[in-house]
């Protein structure tokens, strides 16, 4: 096992992980930009460098900085986090090249599932369902209208590049189509500097379930059931429980076996999460795979009582899986919440400012808090505007639902606009208590 990790991220996701390294012996070095010199994973590390500017392009995504403040700290390991290169190849292999073990799958595995295009097409030879689509849509606009009228409306056209909801829109009929085109195509270059466009049809009435997986260098893979997913806005995760209240055990299966046979094909190493798309039918599409820790990951270290910051350390280690499939067991049901500084009324817009008041809840059994903030701090307009997640485990959905309401019921925030009532809300909807 290392000894020194770099965490190249920030916010919550690098608390939890300082957590476990604590936990588990290892020194822990943060890196900060200038607005967040003073933020709680600053605080919590053992070390800390300096590595740019405000926002994420002055910092964060400045790869020979990152790798120079893990050169400087004695770092032998570095863990991305989620978000910022989490999923960029190039920074994988630049930190194989520089002699530090990456906390996640070869660059190869990594390139080959961050084009969605590329990814669909290795899925299908794989035997992964995937959603009918087109792959090719920089072609003549007559050919391409060919392609959605083959697929049939409504359709979705995607940025190949894409994440987090963005490069995404939705066609209802042609009428629509050309415009959308430009639109998505202008989005997904500004967002990924990709233009790179993929066509898809619209499963109508769907749930968003993935599959968490973890493969070790002993061509050893197991998954950790499922999570569902399906309560977004802007196309981004809000709630996300486990088990899916809608997975029944013959659907489990066979979307747990595609997600292995997914992980195989890349010849995958570490953890990961085989997202998918189920019809009213359970009939189920591929959608991506993320190829890094998920910000939902709690969900499933509530069901499963396993820590799963440290199962990739020991992967990442050289070691085996800490326990085979029938060794990993789901016990009761967890939901999580993510509170965020954005107004439900405007269209989710952020909420940035001085978080003048906040109040949450204090970790118990069966409920979990994960935060980087505190009263006085500042949500800034440089980064994602989460401000908590809020994770309840009961021994059944409706036991986990009480604790995570009244949990929310106790959180108080003062100084930004908040979603605290639409979680709740959300929570209470007669539509959400019957799982639809």
């Given at each position: 096992?290392?000894?020194?990790?770099?965490?190249?991220?920030?916010?919550?996701?690098?608390?939890?992980?300082?957590?476990?390294?604590?936990?588990?012996?290892?020194?822990?070095?943060?890196?900060?930009?200038?607005?967040?010199?003073?933020?709680?994973?600053?605080?919590?590390?053992?070390?800390?460098?300096?590595?740019?500017?405000?926002?994420?392009?002055?910092?964060?995504?400045?790869?020979?900085?990152?790798?120079?403040?893990?050169?400087?700290?004695?770092?032998?390991?570095?863990?991305?986090?989620?978000?910022?290169?989490?999923?960029?190849?190039?920074?994988?292999?630049?930190?194989?090249?520089?002699?530090?073990?990456?906390?996640?799958?070869?660059?190869?595995?990594?390139?080959?599932?961050?084009?969605?295009?590329?990814?669909?097409?290795?899925?299908?030879?794989?035997?992964?369902?995937?959603?009918?689509?087109?792959?090719?849509?920089?072609?003549?606009?007559?050919?391409?209208?060919?392609?959605?009228?083959?697929?049939?409306?409504?359709?979705?056209?995607?940025?190949?590049?894409?994440?987090?909801?963005?490069?995404?829109?939705?066609?209802?009929?042609?009428?629509?189509?050309?415009?959308?085109?430009?639109?998505?195509?202008?989005?997904?270059?500004?967002?990924?500097?990709?233009?790179?466009?993929?066509?898809?049809?619209?499963?109508?009435?769907?749930?968003?379930?993935?599959?968490?997986?973890?493969?070790?260098?002993?061509?050893?893979?197991?998954?950790?059931?499922?999570?569902?997913?399906?309560?977004?806005?802007?196309?981004?995760?809000?709630?996300?429980?486990?088990?899916?209240?809608?997975?029944?055990?013959?659907?489990?299966?066979?979307?747990?076996?595609?997600?292995?046979?997914?992980?195989?094909?890349?010849?995958?190493?570490?953890?990961?999460?085989?997202?998918?798309?189920?019809?009213?039918?359970?009939?189920?599409?591929?959608?991506?795979?993320?190829?890094?820790?998920?910000?939902?990951?709690?969900?499933?270290?509530?069901?499963?009582?396993?820590?799963?910051?440290?199962?990739?350390?020991?992967?990442?280690?050289?070691?085996?899986?800490?326990?085979?499939?029938?060794?990993?067991?789901?016990?009761?049901?967890?939901?999580?919440?993510?509170?965020?500084?954005e107004n439900p009324a405007r269209n989710f817009l952020p909420s940035p400012g001085v978080i003048t008041h906040l109040r949450l809840p204090k970790d118990r059994p069966g409920l979990c808090v994960d935060t980087s903030l505190a009263s006085g701090d500042e949500i800034t307009p440089y980064y994602d505007p989460m401000i908590a997640k809020i994770i309840a485990w009961g021994?059944?959905?409706?036991?986990?639902?009480?604790?995570?309401?009244?949990?929310?019921?106790?959180?108080?925030?003062?100084?930004?606009?908040?979603?605290?009532?639409?979680?709740?809300?959300?929570?209470?909807?007669?539509?959400?208590?019957?799982?639809?």
């Open positions: 096992m290392f000894n020194t990790v770099l965490i190249a991220n920030r916010g919550e996701i690098a608390c939890r992980i300082i957590v476990t390294a604590r936990k588990m012996g290892i020194r822990s070095i943060a890196v900060y930009s200038d607005a967040d010199a003073n933020a709680r994973h600053v605080r919590l590390a053992d070390a800390a460098y300096r590595v740019g500017g405000p926002s994420v392009s002055e910092s964060y995504l400045r790869i020979e900085a990152l790798l120079d403040a893990a050169q400087r700290s004695g770092a032998e390991a570095i863990h991305p986090g989620y978000g910022f290169l989490s999923e960029n190849s190039d920074f994988a292999q630049s930190c194989v090249d520089g002699g530090f073990v990456f906390i996640g799958p070869s660059p190869d595995a990594v390139r080959l599932m961050g084009a969605k295009d590329e990814a669909r097409l290795l899925m299908a030879r794989a035997g992964v369902p995937v959603v009918p689509g087109c792959n090719v849509l920089d072609v003549d606009l007559k050919v391409t209208l060919g392609e959605a009228r083959k697929i049939g409306y409504p359709v979705m056209i995607k940025a190949a590049a894409g994440g987090g909801g963005r490069g995404i829109r939705v066609v209802r009929d042609e009428l629509e189509f050309q415009e959308a085109l430009k639109s998505a195509k202008r989005e997904a270059m500004a967002a990924f500097g990709n233009d790179r466009l993929l066509l898809e049809k619209l499963v109508r009435d769907p749930r968003h379930v993935e599959i968490q997986i973890f493969a070790d260098q002993f061509h050893n893979l197991v998954h950790m059931f499922e999570r569902d997913c399906s309560i977004q806005r802007r196309y981004q995760k809000v709630i996300e429980e486990a088990p899916g209240p809608t997975v029944r055990p013959e659907l489990r299966q066979n979307v747990t076996e595609a997600a292995l046979t997914a992980a195989r094909e890349i010849s995958y190493v570490g953890a990961g999460t085989v997202e998918f798309v189920v019809d009213r039918q359970d009939n189920f599409y591929f959608l991506e795979m993320n190829t890094r820790i998920q910000v939902e990951h709690r969900v499933t270290e509530m069901l499963t009582r396993q820590d799963l910051v440290e199962w990739q350390f020991r992967i990442a280690a050289g070691e085996p899986l800490p326990l085979s499939q029938d060794q990993i067991t789901m016990d009761g049901h967890a939901i999580e919440a993510r509170v965020y500084a021994t059944d959905r409706d036991d986990a639902l009480h604790t995570l309401r009244r949990a929310l019921v106790e959180t108080r925030v003062a100084g930004v606009a908040t979603n605290l009532k639409l979680l709740s809300a959300t929570l209470r909807h007669k539509e959400f208590i019957g799982g639809k």
